[in-house]
């Protein structure tokens, strides 16, 4: 399955994966797209495809680069690492948080109910990822150092990264 010939209609989570996972195989519809920013840049993404139904996009990840905790709203998603591999992590209430390696060649499927954290691994990784419906919104999160979530509503625009204060920090002065 490639972006050529997706049904019309929205795409359930492994259906998503069959289409990352063939993507994935088929470079000339993307390799042009790979880059690595600078130290001082964020990841590289490039939108490859976007209709009523489906968004699909390359992401180009160093070590350091961290989506902080989010959601994907009303939207299902698959990601195929096609070079390098990922760290994702799953939040645990009163636990560790579950942290899965994903290596080149390997790939996963989520609901729009899934919260994870995607980073880096240890060397310059590529992905594909498709959602959907398309992202529109996407719940981006703090979680305290006791525990405590927040969600921030957020463009599918907005770069993901953690969330700069977290909830047990002391509060800021508000001037009106």
């Not at 994702?88 to 954290?117: A, K, M, Q």
């Not at 990822?129 to 981006?140: D, K």
Request: proline share 7%.
């Amino acid at each position: 399955m490639s972006w050529t010939g997706l049904p019309e209609r929205a795409l359930d989570r492994r259906e998503l994966q069959r289409l990352v996972d063939d993507l994935a195989g088929r470079p000339e519809l993307w390799k042009e797209h790979v880059g690595f920013p600078d130290s001082e840049g964020g990841r590289h993404y490039a939108s490859l495809y976007r209709d009523a139904y489906v968004d699909i996009w390359l992401l180009c990840w160093r070590p350091e680069d961290d989506t902080g905790w989010h959601d994907h709203d009303i939207s299902s998603g698959a990601v195929h690492v096609v070079e390098g591999a990922l760290r994702e992590c799953n939040p645990r209430i009163g636990g560790e948080h579950l942290e899965t390696v994903v290596s080149d060649g390997e790939s996963f499927s989520f609901g729009p109910d899934h919260i994870h954290r995607l980073t880096g691994a240890l060397e310059q990784s590529v992905s594909i990822h498709a959602y959907s419906p398309p992202l529109w919104r996407m719940g981006q999160y703090s979680i305290s150092t006791t525990g405590v979530m927040r969600r921030t509503s957020v463009s599918y625009a907005d770069e993901l990264r953690p969330l700069d204060e977290p909830l047990d920090a002391p509060p800021r002065e508000h001037v009106a």
